[in-house]
């Protein structure tokens, strides 16, 4: 098991920036997959970022404002949200993988963390 846990969501004006933090505990690798969903409310959980191996991948919507990484030190992965814009507003959800290699979608990703509020506000 796989435990995740999310910190770093708040509110914060248009323009600014925010960084969320995911700490991961239990049977996980540095290796394997992890990455950022968010969830707006009526809208379905899209897939922000993601990381693997070194290998990172944005969805277009947030290319150039926001910046995953990780330190398999901490076992903790981070989200540098910069550019904030009112459409970012969303609860936002670690997930990681029990494999190596990029996911895509939900279903591609094992463990969940309990997500966290990040409020843009125009």
């Known amino acids: 098991q796989v435990q995740l846990v999310e910190s770093g969501g708040g509110l914060v004006q248009a323009g600014g920036s925010l960084r969320l933090s995911c700490a991961a505990s239990?049977?996980?690798?540095?290796?394997?997959?992890m990455g950022w969903f968010r969830q707006a409310p009526r809208n379905k959980r899209e897939l922000v970022a993601a990381i693997s191996s070194g290998i990172t991948y944005y969805a277009d919507s947030v290319k150039g404002r926001f910046t995953i990484s990780r330190d398999n030190v901490e076992n903790t992965v981070y989200l540098q949200m910069n550019s904030l814009k009112p459409e970012d507003t969303a609860v936002y959800y670690c997930?990681?993988?029990?494999?190596?290699?990029?996911?895509?979608?939900?279903?591609?990703?094992?463990?969940w963390g309990q997500g966290t509020q990040v409020t843009v506000s125009s």
């Open positions: 239990g049977r996980t690798s540095s290796s394997y997959g």
């Open positions: 997930a990681a993988r029990g494999r190596i290699g990029l996911g895509y979608i939900e279903s591609q990703y094992d463990y």
